[in-house]
């Protein structure tokens, strides 16, 4: 079992930053792949942003250039900085790992961007 538990969702103006965080506790040394997804009202769930435990990342389209996957497997961290906000960025941001065959969630952070 693997809990996640993000943090790091607000409200920020458009062209703004924030900095989303999510930790992994439990079977961590199983996980190995870690992302991060978003829902808006209305819309499906789309993946934002992967990264492997090699290393190697994925973006959605809309966020290349402005978004940035990164992660601290030490302490089972995975990061999203995001730059340049958009109003249409503005979504449940979910945190997602596989280990072993399992897939896990976390329960979102609001993030809410204002024109």
């Known amino acids: 079992q693997v809990q996640l538990v993000e943090s790091g969702g607000g409200l920020v103006q458009a062209g703004g930053s924030l900095r989303l965080s999510c930790v992994a506790s439990?079977?961590?040394?199983?996980?190995?792949?870690m992302s991060w997804y978003r829902q808006a009202p209305g819309k499906q769930r789309e993946l934002v942003a992967a990264?492997?435990?090699?290393?190697?990342?994925n973006y959605a389209y809309s966020v290349k250039g402005r978004f940035t996957i990164s992660g601290d497997d030490a302490r089972s961290m995975v990061f999203l900085q995001m730059n340049r906000l958009k109003p249409e960025d503005a979504a449940v941001y979910y945190c997602?790992?596989?280990?072993?065959?399992?897939?896990?969630w976390g329960q979102g952070t609001q993030v809410a961007v204002s024109s």
């Open positions: 997602n790992v596989w280990a072993g065959r399992e897939e896990y």
């Open positions: 439990g079977s961590t040394s199983h996980i190995y792949a």
């Open positions: 990264i492997s435990s090699s290393g190697s990342t």
